[in-house]
Structures are given as C-alpha cells and as structure tokens.
Nanobody, 123 residues
Framework: VQLQASGGGLVQAGGSLRLSCAAS????????MGWFRQAPGKEREFVAA????????YYADSVKGRFTISRDNAKNTVFLQMDSLKPEDTAVYYC?????????????????WGQGTQVTVSS
C-alpha cells in the first residue's frame, strides 16, 4: 500500500491550501482515513479523520471550523481543505489509512502512512 500526499506549500496567514492523498495497492473504500501533522520538535498529532462512507468526520479542536476532510472513494483519494491558515499550522502533514472502517484520532489505529507534505504558513 502506498499513500502519496501532495498539495503542501508556503502560504501567508489567512490563506488556504488543499492537500490530497492518493492511495494505491488497496481500496480506501473499506477503511477510515486520517490526517496528522508533526511540527519540528513536537510529536505527531491528530488533525482530522473520516469514516469509510464519509458520514462521520472528526477534527482536532485546533482546526475545527477551518479544516475540512473529505474523500472520493471512486478516485481512491482523501482531501484536506485548509482555510484561514495560521502560523501554528506549520508542520509536515501525513495521511494515513486506518485499520478499521471508522475514523480514529489514535495513531496506533492506522496501518499505513504517506510520506508527508510540508505546509508552511508565514505571518
């Protein structure tokens, strides 16, 4: 299984980015998917998750109301729309495929991880 994350970059505070995560080797339609991030010197943290059908969405409090996770099972791709970005959102963002059909906030409940894409928000 490979997860290819893309869409990161440098943006000014208040701007937007849309991350994509394309999966190969396994269909995502049977699994929850998630996004996590890791800033320099910090542990990897949960950002957002989505159940296999897309009917249940979960967000970290720090991004609620600004980020939106979605999925296109036909394209085997998951997205993270990030609006009203803040400097504290600067991190490497990772997508992950879950072990189960529900979305999870827990790193240990994800089997496969992408390589990460850098998001830098300037003030």
């Amino acid at each position: 299984v490979q997860l290819q994350a893309s869409g990161g970059g440098l943006v000014q505070a208040g701007g937007s980015l849309r991350l994509s995560c394309a999966a190969s080797g396994r269909t995502i339609s049977r699994y929850g998917m998630g996004w996590f991030r890791q800033a320099p010197g910090k542990e990897r943290e949960f950002v957002a998750a989505i159940s296999l059908s897309g009917g249940s969405l979960y967000y970290a409090d720090s991004v609620k109301g600004r980020f939106t996770i979605s999925r296109d099972n036909a394209k085997n791709t998951v997205f993270l729309q990030m609006d009203s970005l803040k400097p504290e959102d600067t991190a490497v963002y990772y997508c992950a495929m879950g072990s189960y059909g529900y979305g999870s906030r827990l790193l240990r409940e994800y089997d496969f991880w992408g390589q990460g894409t850098q998001v830098t928000v300037s003030s």
